[in-house]
T-cell receptor, first 112, second 112 residues
Framework: DAKTTQPPSMDCAEGRAANLPCNHS???????VYWYRQIHSQGPQYIIH???NNETNEMASLIITEDRKSSTLILPHATLRDTAVYYC?????????????FGSGTRLSIRP | AAGVIQSPRHLIKEKRETATLKCYPI?????VYWYQQGPGQDPQFLIS???????DKGSIPDRFSAQQFSDYHSELNMSSLELGDSALYFC???????????FGPGTRLTVL
């Protein structure tokens, strides 16, 4: 069963911030939110993850609501190379069943 | 930085043949995961190994087997290949410290 809900597609103008939402209303206390992306037929690429605090790295920012039922991935200055399918995943790290269950993801298109 | 290596990158087989896919994890990573991605589908978890022991199992057909060796590389063996086995096969690795999975470039298997 899908643990996350994402819009199937979005588009964004190059140079603007891309904000990708994700709902995970049934998230449990020990589950983290992870974001991966897959550029056409390449291996999924790790972007960022967090538990309850907002996180930022060189690729993106992750904003998690206080109740942890939803989050937003922010690509601050989208480029054409950011065109990909973005997956929001909840999982428990450091567990014997820490596999990634991919949902349908959001297909992000960056327009020039 | 070193990444996950998969070989071969492309493989063409006939029905009922066997295939062996190899995965070399990032140095010092002790966990390996295998995923299958059919055409137009999202990646699906097959099996994982931690310290050479199977740690989790997904929807892996009985015709498939896998193992992790003492140098931590892993092999996915596929027998009695069927047309439906045509897919991208991704390997990911992680370490006990971070548990973030990093994916390889994949092996594209085509069964004719």
């Amino acid at each position: 069963d899908a643990k996350t809900t994402q819009p199937p597609s979005m588009d964004c103008a190059e140079g603007r911030a891309a904000n990708l939402p994700c709902n995970h209303s049934t998230i449990s206390g020990n589950e983290y939110v992870y974001w991966y992306r897959q550029i056409h037929s390449q291996g999924p690429q790790y972007i960022i993850h967090g538990l309850k605090n907002n996180e930022t790295n060189e690729m993106a920012s992750l904003i998690i609501t206080e109740d942890r039922k939803s989050s937003t991935l922010i690509l601050p200055h989208a480029t054409l190379r950011d065109t990909a399918v973005y997956y929001c995943i909840v999982r428990v790290p450091y567990s014997s069943a820490s596999k990634i269950i991919f949902g349908s993801g959001t297909r992000l298109s960056i327009r020039p | 930085a070193a990444g996950v290596i998969q070989s071969p990158r492309h493989l063409i087989k006939e029905k009922r043949e066997t295939a062996t896919l190899k995965c070399y994890p990032i140095p010092r990573h002790d966990t390996v995961y295998w995923y299958q991605q059919g055409p137009g589908q999202d990646p699906q978890f097959l099996i994982s190994f931690y310290e050479k022991m199977q740690s989790d199992k997904g929807s892996i057909p009985d015709r498939f087997s896998a193992q992790q060796f003492s140098d931590y590389h892993s092999e996915l063996n596929m027998s009695s290949l069927e047309l439906g086995d045509s897919a991208l096969y991704f390997c990911a690795s992680s370490s006990s410290w971070t548990d973030t999975q990093y994916f390889g470039p994949g092996t594209r298997l085509t069964v004719l």
